[in-house]
C-alpha cells in the first residue's frame, strides 16, 4: 500500500511545476540526454526529505535511471526509474531495504511523447 501511494505521489510530483521533484527530474533528464541512457546518483532535497519523512528512514535515497527505448521525436524516451533507500522501519521492528520502480515516458519539455498514445482511447477518459 505504501508503495503505491508513493509512486503516486511521485507521478504527481514529476508533472507539476513544483521544485520538490526537481532532482528527480534532473535524474530523469540526464538519462535522456547521456549516450548510454543511464543516470544514477543520490536524491537530495526537498524530494529525499519527503521520501525519508514516509518511510521513516534516514539513509540517504538512492535513484538509478536507465533508457529502454529512445522514441523517434528527439528527447523523448521510455525510462525506467529506480529509488531506493535503505534502513526502512517495519512494522515487526527490523529494517529493510525500500524499493519503488516505475517506468515513465518523458520528453525534454517534461510532456510525455504523443507516440504509443492512443489518443482515441484517451479522448474517452479525458473531460471534454
Known sequence: ??????????????SSADVLAADLKQHLMTAIDTPNGMAEG??????????KAQTRSSAPVMVNVRTLKRFPT??????????????????????IPFVIRYE??????????TEG???DAASRVLPR
Open 74 to 95: 528527439a528527447g523523448c524516451a521510455r525510462l525506467e526509474a529506480t529509488l531506493i533507500q535503505d534502513g526502512v522501519p517495519t512494522q515487526q521492528g527490523s529494517a
Open 117 to 119: 498514445i492512443d489518443l
Open 1 to 14: 500500500m505504501m508503495r503505491s501511494a508513493m509512486a503516486l505521489c511521485f507521478f504527481a510530483l514529476l
Open 42 to 51: 543520490t536524491l537530495d532535497g526537498s524530494m529525499a526529505e519527503f521520501f
Open 104 to 113: 515513465i515516458n518523458l520528453c525534454r519539455d517534461g510532456r510525455p511523447p
